[in-house]
């Protein structure tokens, strides 16, 4: 504790008489309005003689408290971050609902353009396997990550997303090959076009697991055929999507029989190719090899020559000098529903 003035405790009857004098100055500074300048130096001198440096300290003390306070209203607030390693759904405030399945949309797909070939149904049938989810709910959530741009040319970035409700997939699995398949040499990426992975920001294309029925909904079922599909933004659709068939994620198609993940990486680049412009192909590859955007999952014969390709999984495989091939419209002559498996 400090320590008190001896010649105030020495004299108490001076004591007082100073505290008087100063509250007389204080009423008149208080009261009057104005006060003189000798007024107010006299009693300036009463107060410092009075508290000391406790005088001088007393404004710096109240000015650094209103700065604290102003500093505590004022200060920034946390917004939400944006990450690879935080589970969430990216792009999307956390009150906000999830993308919801459309059914009205303009897509590329799988499907017939006149009658379709009685071999088609049982050739394209869905192997026997593993479990899948038949009905999800119908919404999509960003897999968080990132990856660095490969390749060069225009720049297409792509998210990676999952229906609500799979289960019984490896999701983390499901980035990481369509992410590793991208990125591949002998994937579109390779030639002229420049891919990258992204969870937030501009978006060109949602690369997407879908559950069966929900597939049904986007990409229509003119024929009892589990296919994946593309579906264009437009009018009715927010966004640009790949969709992935878990279905067929799980249990392959019969042209890949003992080698489920070149079909997914068919897959991959099939309906990846649709979203990067590309149309599909109906004659083999000038070394027999089918072309990705050949429809693989429906057959394999060439339209022109009726031979059958050997089924392959890449835009641009090794030796293929002719890849990714010739690409036109479908139509009842060139297309695999119409021309059969064999």
């Not at 408290?65 to 690879?84: C, E, F, K, Q």
């Not at 997914?264 to 089918?290: K, V």
């Amino acid at each position: 504790m400090a320590a008190r003035d001896p010649q105030l405790l020495a004299h108490p009857a001076q004591r007082s008489a100073d505290d008087v004098a100063f509250a007389r100055r204080r009423a008149a500074a208080t009261f009057d309005g104005d006060i003189a300048p000798e007024g107010f130096r006299a009693a300036w001198r009463d107060f410092t003689r009075r508290y000391g440096w406790r005088a001088y300290a007393l404004p710096i003390l109240s000015v650094v408290t209103i700065m604290a306070l102003l500093t505590v209203h004022n200060g920034p607030r946390s917004s939400p971050g944006h990450s690879s390693g935080g589970a969430r759904t990216a792009g999307r405030a956390a009150n906000q609902a999830p993308p919801v399945a459309r059914g009205d949309t303009s897509l590329k797909a799988d499907h017939p353009q006149g009658p379709v070939d009685n071999t088609v149904l049982k050739a394209a049938a869905l192997p026997a396997g593993g479990p899948y989810t038949v009905q999800g709910d119908g919404t999509f959530q960003v897999l968080p990550g990132t990856s660095p741009v490969v390749g060069s040319g225009p720049l297409s970035r792509y998210s990676i997303e999952v229906e609500n409700g799979i289960t019984g997939i490896d999701v983390n699995q499901f980035a990481s090959l369509v992410d590793a398949t991208l990125a591949d040499p002998r994937s579109w990426s390779g030639h002229g076009v420049s891919l990258q992975r992204v969870d937030s920001g501009h978006i060109d294309f949602h690369v997407t697991l879908v559950s069966v029925m929900t597939v049904r909904k986007l990409c229509g079922y003119d024929i009892p055929i589990e296919t994946s599909c593309y579906i264009a933004a437009g009018a009715t659709s927010p966004v640009n999507r790949v969709v992935i068939n878990d279905a067929r994620w799980v249990r392959g198609d019969a042209e890949y029989i003992g080698d489920l993940t070149a079909y997914r990486e068919y897959m991959i680049n099939h309906e990846d190719g649709h979203a990067l412009g590309h149309e599909h192909a109906h004659e083999c590859l000038s070394n027999g090899l089918a072309p990705t955007m050949m429809q693989q999952t429906i057959g394999l014969k060439d339209a022109a020559t009726g031979r059958m390709c050997q089924a392959n999984p890449w835009p641009y495989p090794p030796g293929a000098k002719d890849a990714p091939g010739v690409e036109a419209p479908d139509t009842p002559q060139n297309s695999e529903f119409q021309i059969g498996g064999d």
